[in-house]
């Protein structure tokens, strides 16, 4: 039986290669989009096993796409691909319920494994991608419904921080200093009470910021 997929990526190239990737298998691609928004459009009109999902695109980014779908699609599998290596990315995918998160650099084996892993309803997380951000999902302080009183400037730069920019580009998105960026994030890594970028990225997302 075929497993039908949807590849939603802004790069013709990455759709391309992918759907070269899993021709021969019984991995079917029956629709590819190129933005966030068409992946939650195409999801909610089409019948799909596997969505495999870009986290950076232009019209709504894959991490919020995720968000949108899960909330309608709670038990469609969602495979999360990335060029970036980044724990703030997999912290956010993790605590959205995505079903795995692919490297772009990934070999065509693991590709198709991870596919047919989601397609099952199992989980295509590696144990070494979860190790990473353990911590951060378990932090007591993250499980507490507290109010934090964070400043308008702190929320902005928390919700960019989250979105995995780092501080030099949250700088330039919000038109202030770099050592500015650095003094917020301090400060809202204190008043969260969390240790790093990634336990308050899952924060965020816990308290729908993001």
Not at 35 to 57: H, K
Not at 95 to 103: D, N, Q, R, V
Not at 179 to 208: F, N, P, S, Y
């Amino acid at each position: 039986m075929s497993i039908r997929i949807l590849i939603a990526d802004d790069h013709e190239v990455v759709r391309s290669g992918l759907k070269s990737l899993v021709a021969g298998t019984n991995i079917k691609v029956v629709a590819e989009v190129s933005t966030g928004e068409d992946a939650v459009r195409s999801v909610d009109e089409n019948e799909f096993d596997v969505v495999l999902l870009d986290i950076r695109m232009d019209n709504g980014d894959g991490l919020t796409a995720l968000g949108r779908i899960k909330l309608d699609h709670p038990d469609l599998p969602i495979l999360m691909l990335s060029t970036y290596d980044n724990p703030t990315y997999v912290a956010r995918a993790v605590a959205l319920g995505a079903s795995g998160y692919l490297l772009k650099g990934s070999s065509r084996d693991r590709l198709i494994e991870a596919i047919q892993t989601a397609a099952k309803g199992e989980s295509a997380w590696a144990r070494e991608e979860l190790r990473r951000v353990t911590g951060a999902l378990s932090t007591p302080r993250l499980a507490a419904d507290i109010e934090v009183p964070l400043t308008k400037r702190e929320s902005e730069v928390l919700q960019q921080l989250a979105f995995g920019l780092t501080n030099k580009e949250i700088a330039k998105a919000l038109g202030i200093s770099y050592e500015t960026v650095k003094e917020h994030v301090q400060h809202i890594l204190r008043k969260v009470g969390v240790a790093d970028r990634t336990q308050a990225a899952v924060w965020a997302v816990r308290k729908g910021l993001v």
